[in-house]
Nanobody, 124 residues
Framework: QVQLVESGGGLVQAGGSLRLSCAAS????????MGWFRQSPGKEREFVAA????????HYADSVKSRFTISRDNAKNKVYLQMNSLKPEDTAVYYC?????????????????WGQGTQVTVST
């Protein structure tokens, strides 16, 4: 059974930083892609960032580019999201996602595996 487990969420003041982690178990995604979506109350799930596990090449949403950095550790089957200069509008539940294949889609339906989510709250 494949599981994606997120950690690292919490409450932070605007301008602060958080680092999210996602650990995959049950299989590896070394030839696929892993990343993050987020969802705020009343809004649809929104692409944040994704990376190809083999090369590390990544794609970011415009709203987080230059503030967030995605990285991966194939040996540990993990992906990370370093979030800097956080803004109140970054407040959301952040979901770890994974898929087979290296295309970094921005639509949630293209990702087969999802974690349960971790809450990130950015206060003013």
């Amino acid at each position: 059974q494949v599981q994606l487990v997120e950690s690292g969420g919490g409450l932070v003041q605007a301008g602060g930083s958080l680092r999210l982690s996602c650990a995959a178990s049950g299989r590896t995604f070394s030839s696929g892609a892993m990343g993050w979506f987020r969802q705020s109350p009343g809004k649809e799930r929104e692409f944040v960032a994704a990376a190809r596990m083999s090369s590390g090449s990544a794609h970011y949403a415009d709203s987080v580019k230059s503030r967030f950095t995605i990285s991966r550790d194939n040996a540990k089957n993990k992906v990370y999201l370093q979030m800097n200069s956080l803004k109140p509008e970054d407040t959301a539940v952040y979901y770890c996602i994974a898929r087979d294949g290296i295309i970094l889609y921005v639509t949630p339906t293209e990702y087969d595996y999802w974690g349960q989510g971790t809450q990130v709250t950015v206060s003013t």
